[in-house]
């Protein structure tokens, strides 16, 4: 069974950031996709980034390039999610998701989800 539990959100002012975790669990995650999505009231959950776990290749929104960032860290199998310059925007609750397949960035194509972590950012 494949756990993913996100932490590390919060409430910070424009142009700060944060650095979300998800610790992952229940698996051998080698040949794992990892993706961070995002929701906020009354719209629909959108792509952020994602992640090979094996070779570490991203992928980017374009929205999130250059103020995002993900990463691995394969010893302590969590992935983390580096938010830069935020904006009232971002404002949204984080999921991390995870799949046994190729990279994707559509919600639907990933099978296991985090319970989510919220970020607010005030103007």
């Known amino acids: 069974q494949v756990q993913l539990v996100e932490s590390g959100g919060g409430l910070v002012q424009a142009g700060g950031s944060l650095r979300l975790s998800c610790a992952a669990s229940?698996?051998?995650?080698?040949?794992?996709?990892m993706g961070w999505f995002r929701q906020a009231p009354g719209k629909e959950r959108e792509f952020v980034a994602a992640?090979?776990?094996?070779?570490?290749?991203?992928y980017y929104a374009d929205s999130m390039k250059g103020r995002f960032t993900i990463s691995r860290d394969n010893s302590k199998n969590t992935v983390y999610l580096q938010m830069n310059s935020l904006k009232p925007e971002d404002t949204a609750v984080y999921y991390c998701a995870a799949r046994n397949s190729p990279m994707a960035t559509g919600w639907a194509q990933f099978d296991y989800w985090g319970q989510g972590t919220q970020v607010t950012v005030s103007s």
């Open positions: 992640i090979r776990w094996s070779g570490g290749s991203t």
């Open positions: 229940g698996r051998t995650f080698s040949s794992y996709a």
